[in-house]
């Protein structure tokens, strides 16, 4: 069969996309001649990588494009689409800080995790969201861009200060901001020298006056700026923002060295070790596409693979190179000791900890008797009482927690749910019918926590909307923790609790609960929900949790007699307190 399909492969440039036997994608590809690069897979002798991965392919699809760049684009955005299993993916397992001064009527600073790379104000990355801060707390006393969240209807203790001009009051027009927000990214490109003169002025003439608590502001206000100012030097002769990209490469494994130089200095560091397939050259262009895709990206970069990452410069207005000498080449070479460091010391961890995920993936899939789950979400749920549920669904891809695709759900309530089978009918009903609708990617697998009823209840939504899913029900023992499975056949399996099986099943249901738990919480702080149990004297947090434990619901609780409140240890000044409270509430 794929004989006869190789046959009628153009040699055109293009996409390729290789699927496993249950029709999910496992690898995607680009190629200047497509016919060319299939026929070397599916011809001859391979090398380890390579034979490994060939194992699990039994079709292949391609998309032609006109030009290799075209392919190249059309591979990132496939790679994002379904993270195949054999190509090296963006996770967002670390993230970077930068300040933005956002393109609003009345712009503001603000930390972001999450930036935009096509924004134009945008300055970073940050070691660390402290530092990002601690610039963020110095630029706010020197600038009067807007503080507020939303515009209040009086000026605040900012305006009295001079730190803002109050848009709230007065007409400010975007003019009025164009000088504020240049003297801003300057500071910002590591011209303070300006600015500290002028505060150094201000401190002197207080002074002068004798005011001196004035002066010592000012003083202050200069410490903090070098002290957020003041990284590592590496001695370049301008304020250029660049990257420094170096790599080291075994058979099977890749290091990236990632500095990132802002205003001539080394502002934070990325470092990855990554299995790889194929082609080192190709998965580490791929990874790298797909971080600037998230990431700003500088007007230089400098690499000791200058020809892997040449596409770069097509891409995005940068420019690619490879120093010979001074101190860019110091610094690259630098960055090309720390990635062969890491190779060598980390190899054996990082092979150690892909067989524990993969390994527990492909016991899962025999224990189920399902094609390995790479692409597994899991639900669970949280209330209190019973009252105002949510639900969290998390993402497990390749064994590891894709946060960026993690989602929350505020439920229907309903005071007759017993709070578990009514909720999880509806999250489901919800996400997979958005599923369908959208034509969303699927799941391999379907994790639920809970025992039989939850998964009957899981197994009715899917036959309804006539999906096909794995399922899979996680149960705990009296002690609350992780015992066994329960499969689609309702079938109660032994979970070892010394096993990898054991150890992912774990995180997952733990990884959901705390999900949707944080979640719930989250929206009690901020006032969204409140119950007729916050305001009953007497009643603290431990009650509650003894209240939640025992009860379930506020529906329960008003069915109970009193006896059942003393045995939970609860006074009885403090019972006859919360039978008040319900009874005047009435139906809840």
């Not at 059309?74 to 994002?80: Q, S, T, V």
Request: glycine residues 4%; proline residues 5%.
């Amino acid at each position: 069969m794929l004989k006869d399909k190789l046959a009628l492969v153009p040699q055109k440039p293009g996409s390729y996309q290789m699927r496993d036997a249950h029709g999910n994608i496992v690898y995607v590809g680009k190629a200047k001649n497509l016919k060319s690069r299939l026929t070397s897979y599916f011809t001859g002798s391979h090398d380890h990588k390579t034979t490994k991965m060939l194992t699990v392919v039994e079709d292949f699809d391609y998309i032609v494009t006109k030009t290799e760049l075209e392919a190249l684009i059309l591979e990132i955005d496939l790679i994002k689409k379904h993270q195949p299993r054999y190509n090296i993916l963006l996770t967002d397992d670390k993230t970077y800080p930068y300040i933005e001064i956002t393109d609003e009527r009345h712009p503001k600073l603000v930390v972001t995790r999450t930036p935009n790379p096509t924004k134009k104000n945008l300055f970073g990355p940050y070691p660390n969201v402290h530092a990002a801060r601690e610039t963020l707390d110095v630029l706010n006393k020197l600038y009067s861009l807007r503080k507020c969240q939303t515009l209040p209807n009086e000026p605040c203790l900012y305006y009295h200060l001079g730190q803002c001009l109050a848009p709230c009051i007065h007409k400010v027009d975007k003019r009025d901001y164009d000088p504020i927000i240049k003297d801003i990214t300057a500071f910002l490109k590591g011209k303070t020298k300006p600015i500290v003169d002028s505060l150094k002025e201000k401190m002197r003439a207080a002074a002068d006056a004798l005011e001196f608590e004035r002066a010592k502001e000012y003083k202050d206000t200069i410490d903090a700026i070098h002290t957020t100012t003041s990284k590592q030097a590496v001695n370049l002769d301008d304020l250029t923002d660049r990257d420094v990209i170096a790599l080291a490469h075994d058979e099977e494994h890749v290091a990236l060295d990632m500095f990132f130089i802002r205003s001539g200095k080394i502002a934070a560091r990325d470092k990855r070790l990554m299995p790889y397939y194929l082609d080192v050259d190709q998965a580490v262009l791929d990874y790298i596409i797909q971080f600037y895709r998230a990431y700003p990206i500088p007007s230089e970069i400098l690499t000791n693979a200058p020809d892997t990452l040449k596409p770069l410069q097509s891409l995005h207005d940068t420019a690619v190179r490879r120093p010979q000498r001074g101190p860019k080449r110091r610094l690259l070479d630098l960055a090309i000791d720390n990635a062969n460091e890491q190779l060598t010391a980390e190899v054996g961890r990082m092979q150690a900890q892909t067989e524990k995920t993969f390994g527990a993936l492909d016991e899962l899939a025999e224990t189920l008797d399902i094609p390995t789950p790479y692409h597994i979400e899991a639900f669970d749920n949280s209330h209190l009482f019973g009252s105002h549920p949510v639900s969290g669904m998390v993402v497990f891809k390749n064994g590891k927690p894709a946060k960026q695709e993690y989602r929350k759900y505020k439920l229907n309530q309903s005071d007759a749910q017993s709070g578990d089978t009514e909720q999880m009918e509806e999250v489901l009903y919800r996400r997979y019918r958005r599923v369908l609708l959208e034509d969303l990617k699927r799941p391999d697998l379907i994790v639920v926590d809970g025992g039989i009823h939850q998964m009957n209840t899981a197994k009715r939504v899917l036959a309804a909307l006539d999906l096909s899913i794995p399922v899979v029900g996680l149960a705990k023992d009296k002690r609350h923790t992780t015992s066994h499975l329960i499969d689609w056949r309702d079938n109660a399996i032994e979970l070892d609790r010394h096993s990898k099986l054991f150890r992912l099943l774990a995180f997952i249901q733990e990884e959901a609960h705390r999900f949707a738990v944080a979640f719930h919480q989250n929206l009690r702080s901020k006032g969204v929900y409140a119950t007729i149990l916050d305001t009953i004297e007497g009643v603290g947090t431990k009650t509650k949790k003894k209240l939640l434990d025992r009860f379930k619901t506020v529906e329960a609780m008003k069915k109970a007699d009193e006896q059942a409140f003393l045995d939970l240890g609860i006074p009885k000044k403090t019972v006859q307190n919360i039978k008040r409270a319900l009874d005047e509430k009435g139906d809840y």
